[in-house]
């Protein structure tokens, strides 16, 4: 079964901390996502990769930066946080599927700044 | 950029009756479109997703595309407490780079027992 682990579930900082998001897929996929949601927005997509060393910049890229490590590995970095970026962050991933392509999600991580 | 709406942004229905979702989008070139769900503390989870016009039925889940009217819409038959959730509806373009969605803000179902 289709696995994404996200770490830390919940993180407190403050304004200007330096905070990294945590990804892993044991899917075997190429493609990984970072989205954050908010009420009223749905899900934004902020940086994706199609497989390691590799970066595309998605819809609200702003004061987030990502790197992939590894084709499991996705890490999201919020240099100088702001209270802005208080939200609730997704990865998933993703292969192609024949006609589409279904993205698997991790169960999130709750980012407060304060 | 693809734009995609649902309505209603909540929808309250007691058990047993049929449950009605809607989504339009902006992009006749789109794709495939999702039908994700999302329960509270947890990640979005597929649920169906079409790609030709006309429609599709999944077990208690039937979802309608209409391309010419940039439409889909998702009907639970016998709505269970357990559907109560956010239901997020997701776009895709033709030729899109690496996959990407494009989600709307979602519908939040309550089943009433």
């Known amino acids: 079964e289709a696995a994404v682990t996200q770490s830390p579930r919940n993180k407190v900082t403050v304004t200007g901390g330096n905070v990294t998001l945590s990804c892993r897929q044991t899917?075997?996929?190429?493609?990984m996502y970072w989205y954050r949601q908010d009420t009223g927005h749905g899900l934004r997509l902020i940086h994706y990769?199609?497989?390691?060393?590799?970066?595309q910049i998605g819809d609200v890229p702003d004061g987030y930066k990502a790197t992939r490590t590894t084709q499991e590995d996705f890490f999201l970095l919020l240099e100088l946080a702001s209270p802005s970026q208080t939200s609730l962050y997704f990865c998933?991933?993703?292969?192609?599927?024949?006609?589409?392509?279904?993205?698997?999600f991790g169960p999130g991580t709750r980012l407060t700044v304060l | 950029q693809e734009k995609v709406q649902q309505s209603p942004e909540s929808l309250i229905v007691p058990e047993g009756a049929m449950s009605s979702l809607n989504c339009t989008f902006s992009?006749?070139?789109?794709?495939s479109i999702w039908w994700y769900q999302q329960h509270p503390g947890k990640g979005p989870e597929a649920l169906i997703?079409?790609?030709?016009?006309g429609n599709k039925k999944e077990g208690r889940l039937t979802v309608y595309l209409n391309r010419a009217s940039l439409h889909v819409s998702l009907h639970i038959r016998d709505s269970q407490p357990s559907d109560s959730a956010v239901y997020l509806c997701?776009?895709?373009?033709?030729?899109?780079?690496?996959?990407?969605?494009?989600f709307g803000a979602g519908t939040q179902l309550i089943v009433i027992p």
């Open positions: 992009n006749s070139a789109s794709q």
């Open positions: 997701a776009v895709s373009h033709r030729g899109s780079a690496l996959g990407r969605l494009h």
């Open positions: 998933a991933s993703s292969d192609w599927g024949g006609s589409s392509y279904e993205q698997y």
């Open positions: 899917n075997s996929h190429n493609y």
């Open positions: 990769s199609y497989g390691a060393g590799n970066l």
């Open positions: 997703s079409i790609f030709s016009n």
